[in-house]
Each structure stands twice: as structure tokens, then as C-alpha cells.
């Protein structure tokens, strides 16, 4: 059986003339939503916009879009029509006949009901075939049924025995046909097939009273006061049906207008959302919940059609479950966190057994998301004066030299190390000191430079992933946080977490990438089940160093910072995994862009949101001025093409971009800049939302980009692959640049620094 709800549902989905008759309108609430204000004439209820009437007499009478077939209301209609004439006919042939036969009728009486008896019928059967024959016909079939209404009143009304007999001059006999009831029945019948059209029914109403009472005051033998009666009760009749027809036409006017009106603007909408984000790499989760938009918008579109207020009440719930839906796809909890409720029937000692044995660790030791608590921030320590003991590298600028860390976008680490023989050691202890870091926790100088030395000395002599490239990469991520609105939120523990994972996270990197460990089965592969190989290592290296002697700069944490620390410094470093480069982008892109609900009052958006910074930061050279940036992408192609070397060696194919005698670096990197770096460093910096990493970044990242371009264009024109030194420098092509504006001048560089 069909409950209260579906029986809705069945009926909203019939068409604009049942739904507009006076039950079915009720049951659907339209009246509270009618418009007073169409565009439509109040007497003769006809649209005053070019077109829509016609549209509306196709929604109508046609089937869909195409005008030659008739719909299904049409034809139900036309059948009980014709049905009616059918059998009006036959009955009144038959009755004159047999009235005829026992002599209460002349020939002529006989001869007038079989004449216009046959005229009506051949009218209508002509109507009929035009109807199912010419789409022309079938629009403007309203006119055509009321010459046939003319016609078929005009002879019930002079069909009338007693009118008849008083325009033929012949005695009256009261043995003869009723035919005024036929005025009544016939009225009923035309409001069907004509769809209540006011106008036709008004008109046709007027002229059926005003002929009847004419001709019958005129002919008919009957007294005055019976033809008044008579007329009266025809006249009552007629005015209501006439009313109801005025109602009906009205209502289904103004449910077709709304419609038609609704259909109109969702119609650009839906257009526009197929045609959208099709040029983007989108993960399985932003697909989701852009789905779960235009889902949720459809339903919108949907609420303004269906317009009972049960189904509309109901259609918003959807909506904002969707939008709780959408939420979770988006924070990546679509899988509900498994909670064991209170009520169950479960006892304190088996709960904690299950917590323990059978929860997810992290979820067992769930760390306090929001706090409302004031807690010190790096900008209470930032203008403190400290003293930075670098006497003993001999460069009395180094200090001055430091002090660009985080502020100046293109500092030269390599200037550090060149000086110093160090970049690790030297930049951990500037910031230690400058965050008051060692006084925070506990930590001694003895522990820091115990600790960063090993950790400096543990990365290898790559080309590229090197601890200058480590140093450099905290550096940038400093950048990014103390030139945006996080400076005044940064917390000492956020600065410690920071440092450790930005200088750990290539920490004993081969200078090989993860699918050349995979794919020769090497131990470190094995051992982290091919999953993200060189990230877990370099997490596992940084904190395993901490359990050397002096080395543990955690020893004085509370418990709930280590746990903090812990899982910030994983994620960050796992998060640098190129080959989740989409995934990782599509889930921030979607809290950041399109949710806009990160916070770092939460603590697991805080460790998101210090991950994408440090992701950004290790690719951070790309939006560095040419000169670095040339410098750093020399240094991973070599890395790279050691690679090759080695696959060359081993007779395995050569990795793209490995290939030292045939790689083209220019098309690679203005690739790798166009695909990868500028949609990323796009969503990070609309994010942080600051002008400053625009200009100095973000729009660097564009101008190196054309560069290499320029660059790959001039390498085609030579129709040759050049190994990289041979390439035109970066300056060549800046030099034929005229119109170039770089972001940055190199103006504040160390070594400016250095000659004051």
C-alpha cells in the first residue's frame, strides 16, 4: 500500500491540469505559493509574453517536444469527449426515431434531428483526424471545438420541440425529445476537452443563455415565468461552471508560468556545472564532493518545483544531510570513527579491554582537538634579545646573515654552508635560540648540537637531497608562516615540530626515488612494504637518532606534547610523498577551498595544515628567483641522471627524465612547474591569503615557468637535446625578456650582506 508521503509524491507528479483541479491542489499546498504577479491578462487569462501561450497549449495537448503527438491527459480527454458525443448521438437518433414511428413527430422534426444530428457528427470526426494529422491543427484545436460546440448548442437549442413548433408553425405535442438537458451535459463535456479555458467557456456560456432565452420567449408556447424558471436554473448552472473554469484556468496558468519560469533559470545552472572543472586533475574525494554539490543543488532546483510543504521540509533535511556527508568525504571520515555508546550492555572493564585491544591506537590516545586556553606564541619570544655565540666560524656577519631565515624568500642557504661547512647545525641552533626553544623545554646546547650534527651527518653527498636542501626547505616553510596571519598564532611547540621535520624529512635519502627502490626490491623497500619507502624511512631515522646519547630533544616534553610532536613530525614528513602528490592536494584543496573550515584551533587541522607548508616547502625552489631556482634544478636533474647511470648499468630502462644523453630539461621542468608546483603553491597560497607570498612567490613560480618555456621553444628551434650545461642559462633567456618583471629583486641577498 502507498503511505500519506508516496501518495504525494504520485500525485505532485501528474500533470499541470490534474494538479490543478480543486482536491489534488489542496492536498499539494499550491495556493500558498501562487504568484499574483505573472504576466497575465485578468479577463481573458491569456500570458502577455511573446510565446507562451503557445507553449502552454503544447504542454497541453503535445507529448514532450514533439508537436504531432498528442499527451496522454489529450487523449484520456478526447476519449470521454467523444465517448459522450458518441452516445448523445446515437440516443437522440434512436429517441426521434422511435417518437417519429408512433406519430408524435412530423418528417420535418425528424428530418431537422437526423440532418444536424449527422452535420455535428461528421464536425467532429472531421476534428478528430485533423487532430492526430497536422501539429498546426492540434495547437489551435481550442478554436475548432468551439465551432462544433456552436453548432451542436445551436441545435439543442432549436432542437427544442416547443421552439421548433414556433418557428415551423406546427401544433405542439408534449411527446417529444428533452433536449435543454443537453445544454447542462454538453457544457460539462466541452470544459474537458478544451482544458477549462475560460475564455471559450465564458463566451460559449453567454451565448447558449442569451440564445436560449431569446428564442424561447420568441417561439416557445410556455409561459413566461416557465421559460424564466428554466432559464434561471440553465443560467446558475452555466455561471458556476463558468466560475470553476475561470479557477482552473487560472491555477493551471499560474503552475505552468512558474514552472516554465523555474526551468528557465536552473537550465543555465546545470549547464554550466556539466561544463565546469573539466580541465582539473581531481581525486576520488574532490570528485565526491563536488558531486554531493550538484547533488544538493538539484535538490534545490527540485524544492522549488515541488512545492508542498511536507516534501519541501523534507528536501531541505536532505540537503543539510548531504552537506554533513560532504563534510565528512572532505576531513577524510566518511568511515565512521567506531565509538562503543554507553548504553550498550557492556561493563566498565570490557569497554576498556575493547579500547585497548580492539580501537585504533590513535583513536584510544585521542589528543584534545579544540582548546579555548592562551598559550605562548613564537611572537612572545620574537623580540626578545639573545646572544648567537657564532664567534668561532669566523664570520662576524653570520648572525646578521641568519636573521633572513624565514623573513627573506630568496635566501641562499648554500652561502651558510660555503662559510661554515655546516647548514643543519648552524640554522637549528639560530632558531633554538631566537624562539627561546632550549629555556621552553628544557633542551641544552649540548642536546642541540649533539643531535642536528648527527642528524647533518647522516644525510648523504647527493646532488640534490642534501642537508643544504633540508635547511633550505625549513627556511622556506618559516617563510611561509611569518609572512601570513599564522605568525601570531604559532605556538613554540608548532616552531619545534617545524624544525625537526623540515631538517629530518630527507634525512638518509639514496638519492634514488621510490619506484627505483620498489622496482629493485631493495632492503628499505621491503622493509616499509613499498608504501611510501623513503618518507617512512626518514621518519623512522628522525626519531630514532633521538635515542642516542644527548640526543633526545624530547626528554622533557609532557606526554601530550610528545604524542603532539610525534604525530605532527610523521605526518608532515609522509605528506612529502610526491607520488600521493594528488591525493594529498585534493584533500586540502577541499578543506581549504571549498569547505574553508580549517582552523589551527583544531589540533588535526593544524598538523594538515603544517604538512601542506612543508610539502610546498620541498619543492620550494621552483618560486625562487632564477638564479636559485636554476641553481637547485641543476642539482636534481644531476641527481637524476646518477639514477640513470645506474639503470643504464643494470640494463633496466632508463626512469623519465633520467637519461643524461637525451633528456630535455626545459620541457620537463616547464612541465613539472605547470602541472604540479603552480596549481599546488595556487591552493596554498589562496589559502594563507597574503599579498606578499603572491607577489614574492606564487607569481615567480609563473615567471620561471615561462622562462622554461622560452627555454624549450629556443631548444626546438635547434632541433637537438643539449645536456644541461650546455643549455642556455636562465640569464640568456632574462636577458632577451625585455617586458619581464621579476617578483623579487636580488637586492637583501647574503652576500649583499656580507660586503656592507
Not at 351 to 376: G, P, V
Not at 707 to 730: C, D, L, M
Amino acid at each position: 500500500m502507498l503511505n500519506s508521503k508516496s501518495l504525494e509524491l504520485n500525485v505532485a507528479e501528474q500533470g499541470i491540469s490534474k494538479q490543478s483541479k480543486s482536491g489534488i491542489y489542496a492536498i499539494l499546498d499550491h495556493g500558498q505559493h501562487e504568484n499574483s504577479a505573472i504576466p497575465l491578462s485578468p479577463n481573458l487569462l491569456s500570458f502577455n509574453e511573446k510565446g507562451l501561450n503557445k507553449k502552454y497549449l503544447q504542454a497541453l495537448y503535445c507529448l514532450g517536444e514533439n508537436p504531432r503527438k498528442l499527451s496522454q491527459e489529450f487523449r484520456n480527454n478526447l476519449l470521454i469527449f467523444y465517448l459522450f458525443l458518441a452516445l448523445y448521438i446515437i440516443a437522440q437518433a434512436v429517441f426521434a426515431l422511435l417518437i417519429h414511428s408512433e406519430g408524435n413527430q412530423t418528417d420535418g422534426e425528424l428530418l431537422f434531428h437526423l440532418v444536424s444530428l449527422s452535420i455535428i457528427a461528421l464536425i467532429a470526426l472531421l476534428i478528430l483526424i485533423a487532430l492526430c494529422k497536422s501539429s498546426n491543427f492540434l495547437i489551435n484545436n481550442r478554436i475548432w471545438f468551439f465551432t462544433l460546440a456552436i453548432v451542436f448548442l445551436a441545435y439543442i437549442i432549436l432542437g427544442d420541440h416547443r421552439i421548433l413548433c414556433g418557428i415551423t408553425g406546427t401544433s405542439y405535442t408534449h411527446n417529444q425529445l428533452p433536449t435543454s438537458i443537453g445544454i447542462v451535459c454538453f457544457i460539462s463535456m466541452f470544459r474537458v476537452v478544451i482544458f477549462d479555458c475560460f475564455y471559450y467557456i465564458f463566451i460559449l456560456s453567454s451565448l447558449s443563455a442569451l440564445l436560449f432565452l431569446g428564442l424561447s420567449l420568441g417561439y416557445s408556447p410556455a409561459s413566461d415565468y416557465s421559460v424564466a424558471a428554466e432559464f434561471t436554473i440553465i443560467v446558475i448552472y452555466l455561471m458556476f461552471q463558468t466560475l470553476e473554469a475561470q479557477q482552473t484556468d487560472y491555477r493551471m496558468r499560474n503552475l505552468f508560468w512558474r514552472k516554465t519560469k523555474e526551468e528557465e533559470n536552473s537550465r543555465p545552472y546545470f549547464k554550466e556545472n556539466q561544463n565546469s572543472d573539466q580541465a582539473e586533475i581531481k581525486t576520488e574525494t574532490e570528485l565526491l564532493v563536488s558531486a554531493c554539490d550538484k547533488i544538493k543543488q538539484n535538490i534545490k532546483y527540485a524544492s522549488s518545483v515541488i512545492l508542498f510543504k511536507d516534501v519541501k521540509n523534507q528536501l531541505k533535511s536532505a540537503q543539510k544531510q548531504l552537506e554533513n556527508i560532504k563534510k565528512k568525504i572532505a576531513r577524510g571520515t566518511f568511515w565512521a570513527e567506531v565509538r562503543i555508546e554507553h548504553n550498550l550492555n557492556i561493563d566498565d572493564q570490557d569497554r576498556a579491554f575493547i579500547n585497548e585491544n580492539f580501537m585504533d591506537m590513535d583513536a584510544s590516545r585521542r589528543l584534545s582537538e579544540h582548546t579555548n586556553e592562551r598559550r605562548t606564541t613564537i611572537n612572545d619570544v620574537n623580540d626578545k634579545v639573545y646572544a648567537f655565540p657564532f664567534e668561532t666560524y669566523g664570520v662576524d656577519e653570520l648572525e646578521s646573515v641568519l636573521s633572513s631565515v624565514g623573513k627573506l624568500w630568496n635566501f641562499d642557504i648554500w652561502f651558510v654552508h660555503g662559510a661554515t661547512g655546516q647548514s643543519i647545525s648552524i640554522v637549528a641552533k639560530y632558531l633554538f635560540t631566537k624562539y627561546d626553544l632550549k629555556t621552553v623545554y628544557g633542551i641544552s646546547d649540548i642536546v642541540i648540537d649533539t643531535y642536528f650534527q648527527t642528524l647533518e651527518k647522516s644525510y648523504k653527498n647527493n646532488p640534490y637531497h642534501n642537508a643544504c636542501h633540508a635547511a633550505d626547505v625549513l627556511h622556506t616553510l618559516l617563510y611561509f608562516f611569518t609572512q601570513s596571519n599564522y605568525v601570531t598564532s604559532l605556538e613554540p611547540l608548532d616552531m619545534l615540530t617545524s624544525i625537526i621535520a623540515a631538517l629530518g624529512h630527507d634525512v638518509g635519502h639514496p638519492g634514488l626515488t621510490n619506484r627505483f627502490l620498489v622496482n629493485n626490491r631493495e632492503e628499505v623497500a621491503i622493509q616499509y612494504n613499498d608504501n611510501s619507502v623513503l618518507e617512512n624511512m626518514h621518519c623512522s631515522r628522525t626519531f630514532s637518532l633521538m635515542g642516542k646519547k644527548d640526543c633526545n630533544l624530547f626528554e622533557k616534553l609532557s606526554n601530550e606534547d610528545w604524542l603532539k610532536a610525534r604525530k605532527s613530525i610523521i605526518e608532515m614528513i609522509l605528506e612529502t610523498d610526491m607520488s600521493r602528490h594528488f591525493e594529498i592536494l585534493g584533500r586540502f584543496r577541499t578543506r581549504a577551498l571549498v569547505l574553508s573550515d580549517l582552523t589551527l584551533d583544531n589540533f588535526d587541522d593544524r598538523v594538515l595544515i603544517f604538512s601542506m607548508g612543508l610539502k610546498c616547502a620541498d619543492i620550494g625552489h621552483s618560486a625562487k628567483v632564477p638564479e636559485l631556482h636554476e641553481k637547485w634544478t641543476k642539482f636534481v636533474c644531476e641527481e637524476f641522471y646518477n639514477q640513470g647511470d645506474i639503470e643504464k648499468s643494470r640494463k633496466q630502462p632508463v626512469s623519465m627524465y633520467c637519461d643524461r644523453e637525451h633528456a630535455d630539461i626545459a620541457k620537463s621542468q616547464a612541465g613539472f612547474l605547470k602541472n604540479i608546483c603552480i596549481p599546488l603553491f595556487e591552493v596554498w597560497c589562496g589559502h594563507l591569503r597574503s599579498d606578499i607570498l603572491n607577489k614574492n612567490c606564487l607569481n615567480q613560480l609563473k615567471e620561471n615557468q615561462q622562462i622554461w618555456e622560452e627555454k624549450g621553444r629556443a631548444r626546438r628551434a635547434t632541433n637537438s637535446y643539449q645536456v644541461y650545461e650546455h643549455s642556455p642559462s636562465f640569464q640568456e633567456v632574462i636577458d632577451k625578456r625585455k617586458s619581464m618583471h621579476v617578483s623579487e629583486k636580488y637586492a637583501k641577498r647574503p652576500t649583499d650582506l656580507l660586503k656592507r
